[in-house]
């Protein structure tokens, strides 16, 4: 009896040695981009979430024991030489025209905080829930399981390990502020060696850069057969959150910051192809300064032609600042604690950030103001034809109804 224990505890003891030394192995293999700033695990004890359904409380397939074990040994190898290198400050300049056209406003507002906001998140909540439940509504991807999701679609999840939250980026709804709070709350980026604590001093071209964040996508090169797992645990404990916006409006808002301004990026792989297919230009210039010189330009009428032919996403994916939230954020496989809107930003980032525990840390970078607003939808599709704008919203039905935006209905009948 007692050497079968020894066995026993000596095969224990083995297998954590060689989990060790493959995480070793991985950390010297490349991953010095890859971090992962972990506490414990340890139960939120601020304001309470709206009362979830029985559906809240799915249970994985492992022990709850097994859960806790792995994601507290996994994270505890990681080290903070991991984090990203130092970092020169270049904070941001509120007068570009970049941030103007974005619809940036640096000047300081206090949210409003309404009495409502716990109903309010509760049926959103209920309102995605029951649509991602309803066979009424059907669009691409919806039936199928998390394991079935690829990892090249898990990079819109953000991970903080030590408040415990994961935020699920959506291009054009804010995300840059978002970005550069995660940052703040993770430790994940240094300046001067030290962490940054003001979101609004992190330089631009920093926040979008992919090794400033834990992904999921990038478990798989860490924890390998382990990461989906260990991506299920966090999902069940952590606070998952998104932000979304009306989903025309945020078209319009990324015309407006990728083709009204000379962005060579998308002028080159976007603009190029659509005034070739869709305005008729044989020869165009090299460059967007040159194109723009010479008055060629994209009009929105072209992006609705690119958004709508079935050609575009036989070649490629739709880009991210156009791809539609529940192909970003997989709403129906992922149970969001927090649905975020950015019609009501400021007070939802207030929210949040008493929810995260963390308001008193830190405050949500100065408004968001709505340039692109919902009231130009008739002006800006007032010259695309009636059968264009039904299929559009066909494109989008799914982020418009899961999310509980009306459908605009002026923009599709005579």
């Given at each position: 009896?007692?050497?079968?224990?020894?066995?026993r505890l000596?095969?224990v003891?083995g297998?954590?040695?060689?989990?060790?030394?493959?995480?070793?192995?991985w950390?010297?293999?490349?991953?010095?981009?890859?971090?992962?700033?972990?506490?414990?695990s340890r139960?939120?004890t601020?304001p309470?979430?709206?009362?979830?359904?029985?559906?809240?409380?799915?249970?994985?397939?492992?022990?709850?024991?097994?859960?806790?074990?792995l994601?507290?040994?996994?994270s505890?190898?990681?080290k903070?030489?991991?984090?990203?290198?130092?970092?020169?400050?270049?904070p941001?300049a509120?007068?570009?025209?970049?941030?103007?056209v974005?619809?940036?406003?640096?000047?300081?507002?206090?949210?409003?905080?309404?009495?409502d906001?716990?109903?309010?998140?509760?049926?959103?909540?209920?309102?995605?829930?029951?649509?991602?439940?309803n066979?009424?509504?059907?669009?691409?991807?919806?039936?199928?399981?998390?394991?079935?999701?690829?990892?090249?679609?898990?990079?819109?999840?953000?991970?903080?390990?030590?408040?415990?939250?994961?935020?699920?980026?959506?291009?054009?709804?804010?995300?840059?502020?978002?970005?550069?709070v995660?940052?703040v709350l993770s430790?994940?980026?240094?300046?001067?060696?030290?962490?940054?604590?003001?979101?609004?001093?992190?330089?631009?071209e920093?926040v979008?850069?992919?090794?400033a964040?834990?992904?999921?996508?990038?478990?798989?090169?860490?924890?390998?057969?382990?990461?989906?797992?260990?991506m299920?645990?966090?999902?069940k404990?952590?606070?998952?959150?998104?932000?979304?916006?009306d989903?025309?409006?945020?078209?319009?808002?990324?015309f407006?910051?990728?083709?009204?301004?000379?962005?060579?990026?998308?002028?080159r792989?976007?603009?190029?192809?659509?005034?070739?297919?869709?305005a008729?230009?044989?020869?165009?210039?090299?460059?967007a300064r040159?194109?723009?010189?010479?008055?060629?330009?994209?009009?929105?009428?072209?992006?609705i032609?690119?958004?709508?032919?079935?050609h575009?996403?036989?070649?490629?994916?739709?880009?991210?600042?156009?791809?539609?939230v529940?192909?970003?954020?997989?709403?129906?496989?992922?149970?969001?604690?927090?649905?975020g809107?950015?019609?009501?930003?400021?007070?939802?980032?207030?929210?949040?950030?008493?929810?995260?525990?963390v308001?008193?840390?830190?405050?949500?970078?100065?408004?968001?103001?709505?340039?692109?607003?919902?009231?130009?939808?008739?002006?800006?599709f007032?010259?695309?034809?009636?059968?264009?704008?039904?299929?559009?919203?066909?494109?989008?039905?799914?982020?418009?109804?899961?999310?509980?935006y009306?459908?605009?209905?002026?923009?599709l009948?005579?």
């Open positions: 009896m007692t050497k079968a224990r020894l066995f000596w095969l003891l297998s954590v040695f060689m989990i060790l030394l493959i995480i070793v192995y950390d010297s293999a490349g991953a010095a981009h890859f971090y992962l700033h972990t506490s414990f139960p939120h601020g309470p979430l709206p009362t979830p359904g029985p559906d809240r409380d799915r249970e994985l397939t492992a022990d709850s024991d097994v859960d806790e074990f994601d507290k040994f996994l505890a190898g990681v903070q030489s991991d984090l990203p290198r130092k970092e020169t400050e270049q941001p509120p007068g570009s025209m970049e941030e103007s974005r619809g940036y406003d640096w000047s300081p507002r206090d949210a409003r905080r309404s009495p906001q716990g109903r309010q998140q509760a049926e959103r909540r209920s309102v995605l829930r029951g649509f991602c439940a066979s009424s509504l059907a669009f691409p991807t919806k039936e199928r399981a998390f394991d079935d999701i690829p990892n090249s679609e898990l990079s819109h999840l953000i991970v903080d390990d030590r408040h415990e939250a994961i935020y699920c980026y959506v291009p054009k709804v804010a995300c840059t502020n978002w970005k550069r995660m940052i430790g994940s980026l240094l300046h001067r060696g030290a962490p940054y604590r003001d979101p609004l001093r992190i330089p631009r920093h979008h850069n992919a090794s964040h834990l992904t999921f996508n990038k478990f798989w090169r860490r924890y390998g057969k382990l990461s989906r797992h260990l299920k645990v966090k999902l404990k952590y606070t998952k959150f998104l932000f979304v916006r989903p025309f409006v945020r078209l319009i808002s990324a407006r910051s990728k083709f009204e301004l000379e962005n060579e990026e998308f002028y792989k976007f603009a190029v192809p659509m005034l070739r297919l869709y008729n230009h044989t020869s165009l210039p090299a460059s040159e194109a723009f010189r010479a008055g060629l330009k994209v009009s929105f009428a072209n992006f032609q690119y958004l709508l032919d079935p575009t996403e036989k070649l490629a994916p739709f880009n991210e600042h156009w791809r539609q529940y192909r970003l954020c997989h709403p129906c496989q992922i149970d969001y604690d927090f649905v809107k950015l019609e009501t930003l400021d007070e939802d980032a207030a929210q949040l950030l008493q929810l995260l525990q308001d008193r840390q830190l405050r949500f970078p100065p408004s968001y103001r709505n340039r692109t607003a919902s009231s130009w939808e008739e002006d800006w007032a010259k695309i034809p009636l059968a264009w704008r039904q299929q559009l919203y066909k494109l989008y039905e799914a982020d418009f109804v899961l999310f509980g009306p459908k605009p209905e002026n923009l009948r005579d």
